[in-house]
């Protein structure tokens, strides 16, 4: 049979060749799940070739785990740790990338008047919520003292950092989360996606809707993990959720969570959790640290002074407060938050 074939061919060798185009798989939705940046990431999206969509899937997986290795605070190699070991004693030169969200995170501690803080790391550090473990009053005072984004000394001549108080640590956090899910539609974008979601923990970029539907995203009950207050129909758009029950413990009937007041080194308590909706991940993602911090007045006061921003805000007596943009139409509460 082979040898048959193989003879077909040699008489046919002066023919033009015929080029059989391959049969591409036919595509759809699709998604794909993993544990990046110590959070849940998810892409999901629509493209008419699988393969396409497979690969525009991946390019962000590689995007999220570039970041994880560059802005990670556990990792000793990461720019970050090498900025928190150094910068203490010597200017330390950053990368285009890192100087770039370094003014962004200080442009938000001067919007917020120090409400967004990354020095709050200097307390931080003392956390350990998996163990139920935070800083005693003297850690707590020493590593206050070092707080200060007024002293993240930034220079633009040399692209570097310096800490003016020896001690300092900053932490990107949730910030370099938004930061990665922009980029991750920036990704989708420029391989031709049109629907897709990128999300990582409480951070979402959504692009496009969901083909002639908007994206729907959940309020969870900050109270309740199998519970939602309200759901919010998007397209187009960045959105940050910020709560106290993300990681936490308890200790005497105060709840000690990852969200700290730069001025006292303490958890918040007046918030249970913010949602912001911007243009951007970053944006969405400063906005809902700032909010939580400030609490509902004085936080919904400077989401009104931002343009195409608003705000879902769940206050500590679980009551459901509103930027003007979401009033009416735009959200909608539950079916459980109605009962």
């Known amino acids: 049979m082979f040898f048959g074939l193989s003879s077909a061919l040699k008489r046919s060798v002066h023919r033009p060749a015929v080029v059989i185009e391959p049969v591409r798989e036919a595509g759809g939705w699709m998604a794909r799940d993993e544990a990046i940046m110590g959070t849940a990431i998810r892409v999901e999206l629509w493209c008419d070739d699988r393969e396409a969509g497979e690969a525009a899937i991946e390019a962000v997986m590689q995007e999220m785990h570039r970041i994880d290795w560059a802005m990670s605070p556990h990792k000793p190699q990461s720019e970050l740790s090498r900025i928190n070991r150094e910068a203490g004693s010597a200017p330390v030169r950053l990368s285009e990338e ?13 919007l917020s008047d120090g409400a967004f803080d990354i020095s709050y790391a200097s307390v931080g550090q003392y956390y350990d919520y998996r163990a139920g473990v935070g800083p005693d009053d003297r850690q707590r005072e020493q590593g206050r003292a070092l707080i200060g984004w007024q002293h993240l000394q ?26 990665a899910v922009d980029n991750g539609v920036a990704i989708l974008r420029r391989h031709g996606i049109r629907h897709a979601m990128v999300s990582a923990g409480g951070d979402s970029h959504v692009l496009g809707d969901r083909r002639g539907r908007p994206w729907t995203v959940a309020i969870r009950d900050p109270r309740d993990a199998n519970g939602i207050v309200a759901v919010l129909p998007l397209e187009d758009v960045a959105i940050s959720t910020s709560g106290d029950y993300e990681r936490y413990f308890e200790r005497d009937g105060v709840r000690h969570h990852h969200l700290i007041d730069p001025r006292s080194g303490r958890s918040p308590d007046r918030v249970r959790s913010v949602t912001i909706l911007a243009a951007d991940g970053l944006t969405s993602e400063g906005l809902s640290k700032s909010v939580f911090v400030l609490g509902v007045e004085d936080g919904l006061r400077l989401v009104e002074s931002q343009p195409g921003v608003d705000a879902v805000v769940i206050d500590a007596a679980g009551t459901l407060h509103y930027s003007s943009g979401l009033l009416g139409a735009h959200a909608r509460p539950s079916a459980d938050a109605r009962q």
Request: glycine share 16%.
């Open 154 to 179: 930034l220079d633009p001549r040399t692209r570097s950092l310096r800490f003016g108080r020896p001690g300092m640590r900053i932490d990107l956090g949730g910030f370099a989360k938004g930061h």
């Open 98 to 110: 890192m100087f770039g969200l370094l003014q962004q995170a200080i442009a938000f501690s001067r």
